[in-house]
Structures are given as C-alpha cells and as structure tokens.
C-alpha cells in the first residue's frame, strides 16, 4: 500500500490508515534489534547504572512520563539548542521537547538571560505580585482573543482541575463531557478515559467509582454523539463544561477535524454548555493564537501548560471570558460560597512569569510558530517518501510542527468495533512493543522521541533537519 501524505484535518484518511497498520505492523530485524541494544550497553553504561541506583530511592527509577525506558533509561545531564546529552557522552536531536513546552530548543540564551536577571533582582519566590505576571497576561490576551481574563497556575494539571470548577461555579450545572482517550492531568475526575478510547477507569487505581459520578466521554469528531450526551445530561440538570484536546486525542493521534470545532462550538452554543480547550499543547506552538487561530474557532475557557513559560516548571494557566473567569478572586480574599478557591505556592512566581512572557515575545518577534508549521509539513513530506520506499506501514502526519510517526497504530485499536475485546488487548500490547522498538531503535541512531511516535519540532532544531531524514532512512531500513 502506498501512502500518501496525511495532515491533522484529514482524520478519514488517518483512520484508514491505521486499520493497514494495525494489520500489517512489521518489526526490527532480530539483527538490527540486537545491534540497538549492543549500542545501549556499549556506549550507555554510566546510565544503566545510576539508573538502577536510583530504583533505590525512586519507584521505577524514573519519574517522566514521556521517559524513553528500554532498553533503560537514560540520565540526561546537558540540554542545548535542539540536543540532549546523557551521562556518557552521547549527544541526540531532541524531539521529545518535553512533551512540547520547549518550543524554543533547550536552554535558550535569551531566556536564560531575562531569567537570570529577574532570580539576581527579584529573586524566585515572593508571594507577592510581580510585574511579570502582568506582562505575560497581557501577552495571552493579546493573542487569544478569546482569553479576556488569565489566571496563572502551577501546572497543566492544575489548571485543568481550576478551568472545570469555574464552569460549574459559574454555570451551576455539574456534568462535565470530555473526548474519549484524551488526557487533561492526573485530577481523580479526568483521569477518566485516558491513553487510549474506551478505558474508562483502566488507569485509575486508587480512584474511587464515585468520582465518575458526573463525567463522561465521546467520540472525536462524532457531533451526534455530543448532541445526545448533551441532551441525555440535560435530564441529570445540564452539562457544565466541555473539555477537549484541541488538536485530538494524544496530541493528534485521533485528530480534530476543521469542521468538527465549528460544530462543537455551535453545539455548546445551543445547549449553554461552557467550551474549554486544552491547549497544553497547542498554545503558542500551532499559531500564536494556538489551535483557536488555526482552526478558526473560539473557546470559552481555555487551558494552559507549560509552554507557558517555554518549559519553565511551575507553569500552567487557564483565561477565557469576563464573566466565567468572575468566578475567581485576588490573594486571599475569598467569599464563602460565591468565589472559587485556586491558587500554589509557586503560582505565578516572578521566574516562570519572566521565561514566559520572554518567550512569547521571541515567538511573535520572529515569526516562529508559521516557521516550525512549514517544516512539520516538509519532514512528514519526506518520511512518508522514506516509508514507501521501505515499505513501512506507517501513519504519518502533521499538524503544524507536532508530529505522529506511528508505525503500529496502537491508539486506534478500540476504535473498529470489529475487533474482541480479547483482540484489542493482544493488538495492543503488540503495538506497544513495536512502539517501544522503534523508539528505541531511534535513540540508538541519536534521536530522542516522546514514546516511539509523538515529535515535537523545535525553534532550534530547524537548522539542523537536514540530517534528521538519514536517521529515520537509516531506522527504516532495519524493518523486515
């Protein structure tokens, strides 16, 4: 089957993709896979060791989620420009990109610089109002029209848990509506059907059922599914709140179609429902305005991570309307039963406050986010060659400069109601280890990617993509 270049707005074409990659996943050579962990044990001693070291005093050893584990992890000790070294020397490309946030590349000197200056100044913790705060709300509202209040957080998951409570504060209704598979932090509630389409509670040990009680998952891109969760919660008092991943579930593995926003807004519009997109991702990276600009569409409340301070910890936010966003107040100053209680020790600290706002002006100084979007589609141009030239079934696409380069499908599989329950469980697993295979597979030939398919291109890494398509040429080749 030849493939053809996929984008994020064509999701029939992913989908139909995915079923031939489902079925006709390939796998490395025993030869080059043997060759891949001969190079981990060769030229990555020093990290398997501290490693295992480290399982002492750290469950698993590891505490990132988007780790590259096997053969093991590996112990980073320098991030600069578009590279990451680990402990024993070996340089690779970085598209792991911390899950995106570092939109910029690693350790960007005119972010350093400004933060250098504000920790030798102000220093980096306060508890009290900084200039910073102002400067970078000011920045989101400039280019989210839609945000015209922006409260700062401490993470992606924080906001998500705050954005949710001043929907049903605001609306007083109580159930909330997500996209199956999608994830919005580790809250107990939106853990909920998470990883992959049709979980449920799969990944939610701990968690009591009752936290279930008022939330529920669609389908993405399935309007009359919406509409009918939508009126079925009208009997249980309303729907508060609609939250999903702006471009898909899993960064655009099951992607958002253009028409399927404007749909969703018009249905939110109808039934009163309060919108909220999670642009952890998106935000600043797809346009300025994130995926609300380059869908053409508008949310009520609108999340943030941490691209909000280019990768910065400590970060996260969430803005939208006037009047939702009334819902909160200033400090302390809390008034029981009409105000909603948010805020952390490190919110909106003078550190994260400056990388952010210094970021967002380099991107919009330098036009950066339309730059990465024109090589996110040039790269997946010339994989999907790559791919039909060695016959990988491959799903390929771009949406501006985040990537899937999927070789198993895995995320797809609850998706064909034709397969058992038994089937969907064997091809998963199966997938995931061929995920884990080529991630590994990668990084032995100098390429560091989040969990074997999701990339995130980075401002830095642009001079230096030339080289990439020879890795992946060479990667390719292993597949028999």
């Known amino acids: 089957m030849k493939l053809d270049y996929l984008n994020g707005f064509d999701y029939a074409a992913v989908h139909e993709r995915a079923k031939y990659v489902l079925e006709n996943t390939k796998r490395l050579k025993p030869e080059a896979e043997k060759e891949c962990l001969d190079w981990f044990e060769k030229n990555c001693a020093t990290s398997k060791k501290t490693i295992e070291e480290a399982k002492t005093a750290i469950p698993g050893g590891v505490q990132h989620n988007l780790a590259n584990n096997y053969p093991f992890a590996l112990n980073c000790v320098k991030g600069e420009g578009p590279y990451l070294y680990d402990i024993d020397g070996n340089r690779y490309i970085d598209f792991i990109g911390a899950g995106g946030p570092s939109i910029l590349g690693n350790k960007d000197p005119e972010v350093v610089e400004a933060v250098w200056n504000t920790i030798n100044t102000t220093g980096y913790l306060t508890g009290l109002f900084h200039e910073y705060e102002y400067k970078l709300a000011a920045k989101v509202k400039e280019f989210f029209p839609s945000v015209e209040k922006f409260r700062m957080m401490g993470s992606g998951s924080e906001a998500c848990m705050a954005a949710i409570r001043a929907a049903r504060a605001f609306s007083g209704k109580t159930e909330i509506v997500k996209l199956k598979g999608t994830y919005h932090g580790i809250s ?171 970021t967002l002006c380099k991107l919009q100084r330098e036009d950066i986010p339309n730059k990465l979007n024109a090589a996110g589609e040039k790269f997946a141009r010339q994989l999907t060659d790559l791919a039909n030239k060695y016959e990988i079934p491959a799903i390929i696409s771009s949406t501006g400069s985040v990537m899937q380069i999927d070789l198993t499908g895995m995320k797809h599989v609850a998706t064909f109601s034709e397969y058992s329950l038994e089937e969907q469980a064997a091809k998963r697993k199966f997938a995931s280890e061929r995920m884990t295979d080529f991630a590994m597979a990668l990084a032995a030939n100098g390429i560091l990617t989040a969990g074997g398919n999701k990339t995130f291109l980075s401002y830095a890494a642009l001079d230096r993509m030339e080289e990439v398509p020879d890795v992946y040429e060479k990667v390719f080749s292993m597949y028999e």
Request: aromatic share 10%.
């Open 188 to 358: 107990d509630q939106l853990i909920y059907d998470i990883r992959y389409c049709n979980s449920k509670n799969s990944f939610a040990a701990g968690v009591p059922d009752e936290c279930y009680g008022h939330i529920s998952a669609v389908m993405v891109n399935d309007l009359n599914e919406l509409e009918d969760r939508f009126k079925e919660n009208e009997k249980k008092g309303g729907t508060a709140c609609f939250i999903m991943e702006a471009m898909g579930q899993d960064s655009g593995v099951l992607p958002t179609t253009r028409e399927y926003h404007k749909g969703v807004r018009a249905l939110c519009d109808r039934y009163d429902v309060i919108l909220i997109y999670d642009e952890v991702v998106t935000a600043f990276r797809l346009a300025l305005g994130g995926a609300q600009e380059y869908f053409d569409t508008r949310a009520d409340i609108t999340v943030f991570g941490k691209i909000i301070a280019g990768g910065f910890a400590s970060a996260g936010g969430f803005g939208g309307r006037e009047d939702i966003m009334g819902v909160l107040t200033a400090g302390v100053a809390h008034i029981a039963g009409n105000k909603i209680v948010v805020g952390g020790t490190l919110t909106a600290n003078p550190v994260s406050c400056c990388a952010g706002y210094t």
